[in-house]
């Protein structure tokens, strides 16, 4: 299926190859704008980038090498598939490839090929689109989950400790520490939230990853604590790791 608001840049010195690519092109129904200079073509491209550019070797002062180096380097601009073309099929086009190109086509150029390779690099390029929008709502998913998350959370747990205070009146000693197992759980989802959060602003970029020391006999504690309940109900006995280390002869 051919995208009709595809934007194509072609760049080529010769008049002529310009006008037969803007009529073949636009034939098809994209949207194409044309340059005669390498230097003209990088402002066109951060200006206004395009989903495709159309792109000769061999250019005065400025070729197609060194504008497809230029694009390849600027980490502003979007993927933008660099479709370069040759005066033959030599070893030359590698060193383009190399540099960033995605596909090449030989001159005097088949109308045939020319299109086939324009909606494969257009393809291409709007996956590569696609994908990255489905990151970005992603990423703001995460953010907004994880931050909804920490309110009740926060919530919760001033709560618990205004009951562990007493202040609502005394409780009995069972309730008290239930209280204690409950505020605990709750810190601990509350520290999961926050970790999600860090991680996404990490992978974000917005934050640079921190290592922190933390007691492993005390989370072992906790973490048996909190399941204390459901070991009971299914008849088992939970012991800290830690315990059990403490406890077993030497050799």
């Known amino acids: 299926m051919r995208d009709k608001r595809s934007k194509i840049l072609a760049v080529d010195d010769t008049t002529d190859n310009l006008f037969i690519m803007q009529a073949i092109l636009s034939e098809e129904g994209y949207c194409v704008s044309t340059s005669s200079s390498g230097l003209d073509a990088l402002a066109l491209v951060e200006e206004s980038p395009p989903d495709l550019l159309l792109l000769d070797v061999m250019m005065p002062e400025v070729d197609g090498y060194e504008v ?3 694009i390849r380097s600027n980490p502003q601009l979007p993927f933008i598939p660099i479709l370069l073309m040759a005066a033959d099929n030599s070893t030359t086009i590698a060193d383009g490839l190399d540099l960033g190109a995605d596909d090449f086509v030989c001159k005097p150029i088949q109308v045939n090929e020319l299109l086939a390779r324009v909606r ?7 996956s590569i689109d696609a994908m990255l929008e489905m ?3 992603r990423e703001d998913f995460v953010a907004r989950l994880t931050h909804d998350l920490r309110i009740p959370l926060v919530g919760a747990d001033r709560m618990l400790t205004l009951l562990q ?13 239930a209280i ?3 505020g605990n759980s709750n810190q601990n989802l509350l520290s999961l939230v926050n970790t999600l959060l860090e991680v996404h602003r990490f992978e974000s970029g917005c934050k640079t990853l921190a290592r922190a ?9 906790e973490v ?7 070991a009971i109900d299914k008849g088992l006995v939970l012991i800290p790791f830690c315990q059990i280390s403490a406890t077993m002869p030497e050799k």
Do not use: M, N
């Not at 048996?224 to 459901?230: D, G, H, S, T």
């Open 120 to 126: 494969s690099l257009l393809r291409l390029k709007h």
């Open 135 to 137: 990151t970005k709502a």
């Open 68 to 70: 497809t180096y230029r």
């Open 224 to 230: 048996v604590k909190e399941q204390e309940a459901v």
């Open 213 to 221: 020391p933390f007691d492993l006999k005390k989370l072992l504690k």
């Open 180 to 182: 204690a197992t409950i």
């Open 165 to 177: 205070r007493g202040k609502f009146g005394e409780l009995p000693v069972q309730a008290v520490e």
